[in-house]
């Protein structure tokens, strides 16, 4: 990994260099060093490097997305002295994940707020609205920052944009940190080049991140076949029971 | 280690589960109980989802009352006549328990219902069991146990109808009372991932009228087919047993189980029931801390599938 790593960067490096067009028309292409993210059994989490190279002016924003999933924020309020949940929005098409850099400081810079939202730029843009006609809009907003606030303390969103490292004038390099509980899915990486208010250039990329070997095999198992795999564990279960018993009374 | 859970999707310390499960173990070891009501609060506490620590926790109980109930078998000292009554019961218990849970889950009430449940049943039995031991102290019991029960059964008990003849515990009772005691049981294991036998244990000799020296082996023998119905309908509906927590677990259990038997003979009989009844009560205390103060989150998330 040690060494494949900096050489997929430096493969990436000639790809990019190859492709950039010699014409004055702008541009922007990145390339991810692993294009599959394997949880396995020991994973502890992972940093993905991207490197990309721009042609022309512009601002660089880079994002990685994770599947969207249906999120329910559930508040608790005291009834008789116990605090338990008693009010909940629920918010659809909530990214699992999301991480994103910027080559400014400030997102609203770049653009009007309906078109940072549009595309996905920056954690405003992640307000959704909830499911249903809700019109008080403090308990919304009361809702949505407490999502913002679950996301980030489980490191499935950032608490601020992340820096592109710019290698040269028009290398750039990016790392997002995957956490080990991060969700399984297909992501999306996506690249914008900003300039003069509106995106100039949009490329995109798909990731996977996937169980692999015997997390993936057992996950799949009990999801596709629940009965059986609950089965195999209390046969695992009562063997080991048996186990413990004869080795109890061998002593 | 880190190790990844692929059903929980989270990756744990093996070492601080290991050592947490093995606690608890040598907590059974010593005092002959199953544990499994401080293990699930232990797992939540780490961060385990309630759902997947009761479902796990389940599969752990299946294993220590295999190897709980075996030395009773072949001592003969389990009524199978009377634990396949109880089996029944709890079987139909595991089904309403589930259906219970996962409208829990779904109205979103499901940690305060574990956290409400926890608080009723280990208080009762927290101080039952200090009242008892207080009481036993001036009476001062022998300590056989007998083949018979000398408890007064109580007359509506005796009105009910279905009645079975159970030969092994000498007992012509309604087959309504094991079933009943079990069907508890099952429900309990479903939702609280736990064998219930503090529970079950006093009902059988109380209301039931099962003789001592059988309790345990039939109570056991019980528990291994209501936490394997638990655990597999939890991972039938819910898909909410991992087993790679659930191995760390029975090590853990086994092996500290094994430590806390050589440790029982040091403690005497009142000591350790006293000492259990401070555990549980802390247990308990905690828990009503943990509902009452004003926590520094009001807000919590749950991603849908």
């Known amino acids: 990994m040690s060494i494949v790593k900096p050489f997929l960067i430096f493969m990436g490096f000639v790809l990019i260099f190859l492709a950039s067009p010699p014409a004055l028309a702008k541009s922007l292409q990145f390339d991810i060093a692993d294009d599959y993210v394997e949880i396995t059994t020991g994973f502890t989490g992972t940093t993905l490097s991207m490197i990309g190279h721009r042609h022309g002016a512009g601002d660089i924003v880079m994002i990685l997305e994770g599947p969207a999933r249906s999120t329910v924020v559930r508040r608790k309020s005291q009834v008789l002295g116990a605090w338990l949940n008693r009010d909940s929005l629920r918010f659809e098409n909530v990214p ?58 489980h490191e499935l969103f950032p608490k601020k944009a992340g820096t592109i490292e710019f290698l040269s004038d028009d290398f750039f390099r990016v790392d997002f940190h995957l956490p080990a509980h991060v969700p399984a899915g297909d992501y999306i990486v996506r690249a914008f080049l900003i300039s003069g208010g509106k995106v100039v250039v949009e490329d995109t990329q798909s990731l996977r991140v996937g169980l692999t070997g015997f997390s993936s095999q057992i996950y799949e198992f009990s999801h596709e076949r629940g009965f059986f795999y609950g089965l195999v564990c209390v046969l695992i279960a009562c063997f080991a029971g048996w186990l413990s018993n004869v080795i109890v009374r061998r002593n | ?246 191995l760390v677990l029975i090590l853990g259990g086994v092996i500290g189980a094994q430590i806390g038997v050589s440790f029982a003979r040091y403690f005497k009989g009142q000591t350790a029931r006293v000492t259990l009844a401070i555990i549980i009560m802390a247990v308990c205390i905690k828990m009503v801390i943990d509902l009452f103060v004003a926590p520094s989150e009001l807000f919590s998330a749950e991603i849908l599938r």
């Open chain 2, 1 to 246: 280690m880190q190790v990844y859970l692929p059903i929980a999707e989270m990756a744990v310390s093996a070492e601080t589960v290991f050592v947490l499960s093995a606690f608890v173990g040598l907590l059974s070891g010593i005092f002959g109980v199953g544990g499994g009501f401080l293990t699930t609060p232990f797992l939540i506490f780490f961060g385990v989802a309630p759902p997947v620590a009761v479902g796990t926790q389940a599969c752990q109980l299946v294993a220590s009352s295999v190897a709980g109930s075996l030395g009773h078998f072949r001592r003969g000292n389990v009524d199978l006549k009377m634990g396949f009554v109880m089996v029944i019961g709890g079987a139909i218990g595991s089904v309403v328990g589930i259906f219970i849970f996962k409208l829990l889950r779904h109205i979103g009430q499901i940690d305060f219902a574990i956290s409400f449940m926890y608080i009723i049943l280990l208080g009762g039995i927290g101080a039952l069991m200090l009242v008892e031991t207080v009481m036993s102290v001036s009476k001062k019991k022998d300590g056989v146990r007998r083949e018979f029960n000398e408890t007064k059964i109580s007359p509506f008990i005796l009105s009910l109808p279905y009645k079975m003849r159970f030969p092994r515990s000498k007992l012509y009772v309604s087959a309504l009372v094991p079933g009943g005691i079990g069907f508890i049981g099952g429900v309990l294991a479903s939702v609280l991932g736990i064998g219930g036998g503090f529970l079950i244990v006093p009902a059988m000799i109380y209301i039931l009228g099962i003789p001592p020296l059988l309790v345990a082996g039939t109570a056991l023998f019980q528990v291994v087919f209501t936490t394997a119905a638990a655990t597999i309908m939890h991972a039938w509906m819910n898909h909410t047993v991992d087993i790679v927590l659930g």
């Open chain 1, 96 to 153: 699992s994940y999301y991480d994103f850099a910027m080559s400014v400081d400030d997102a609203s810079s770049l653009m009007g707020d309906k078109k940072l939202k549009d595309h996905h730029i920056g954690l405003e843009a992640l307000r959704h609205s909830p499911e249903g006609d809700e019109q008080d809009s403090e308990r919304v907003k009361s809702f949505q920052d407490a999502l913002l606030r679950y996301k980030q303390s």
